[in-house]
């Protein structure tokens, strides 16, 4: 799978939007960009998944530019519960269900009131 | 519709000793996976089973070992326990012939420490 690098740690406050980049230089032509949010002594949730340009679902936007070495997770007004670490992973899509999954160290968001 | 669930959500063990934990996988998924997360790390894959069938394997000793039940459900173990083990043991579900878009949803963990 794709190397991942994201920012270790993010502060924000509530209410305001928070945008994760995330960068896969070497990223493949099957592969998918998939984020997870984790909060402590749970188990990984998915939020997102994207190929190219741009997905929206009810909690987050992914947008992936053209050449999809980056990618950027959107939330849209954050809450103190959105306090949590997003991983950003990449590998195929269609096998991902099937393959490992590799994980990296993560980005740290802290939402202040 | 059922998640992903495990059991037990702790336990405590000494060094040398046996565990078992155990994952039943979300409603209609096939394929289980294992994760170890040490705290302040990201999972780190242990295995995954299909068919009842360990089908890939992370960088793990044999001391962890595991098995898929005919309904899908499946076991960690893990012999002569180390300070080393102490960490969150995930499980994660999936169906092996998902189509685009999907991947693997996770269960809660089990916490393990060894003392």
């Known amino acids: 799978l794709a190397k991942t690098t994201q920012p270790i740690s993010m502060d924000s406050y509530e209410g305001q939007e928070v945008n994760i980049t995330c960068s896969h230089n070497n990223i493949a032509t099957n592969d998918y960009i998939t984020w997870y949010q984790q909060f402590p002594s749970q188990g990984p949730r998915f939020i997102i998944q994207?190929?190219?340009t741009k997905v929206t679902n009810e909690v987050a936007s992914l947008f992936i530019p053209a050449d999809r070495k980056s990618s950027t997770l959107s939330l849209p007004r954050v809450s103190l519960s959105d306090t949590a670490v997003y991983y950003c992973l990449v590998g195929d899509g269609i096998k991902a269900a099937g393959n490992k999954l590799t994980f990296g160290g993560g980005t740290r968001v802290l939402v202040k009131p | 519709d059922a998640g992903v669930t495990q059991s037990p959500t702790h336990l405590i063990k000494t060094r040398g000793q046996q565990v078992t934990l155990r994952c039943s996988p979300k409603s209609g998924h096939d394929t289980v996976s294992w994760y170890q997360q040490a705290l302040g790390q990201g999972p780190q894959f242990i295995f995954q089973?299909?068919?009842?069938?360990?089908?890939q394997r992370g960088n793990f000793p044999d001391r962890f070992s595991g098995h898929q039940f005919p309904n899908y459900s499946s076991e960690l173990n893990v012999n002569a326990l180390l300070l080393g083990d102490s960490a969150l043991y995930l499980c994660a579900s999936s169906l092996a012939m998902a189509g685009q878009g999907e991947t693997q949803y996770f269960g809660p963990g089990t916490r393990l420490l060894v003392l």
């Open positions: 994207g190929y190219k």
């Open positions: 089973y299909y068919e009842e069938e360990e089908r």
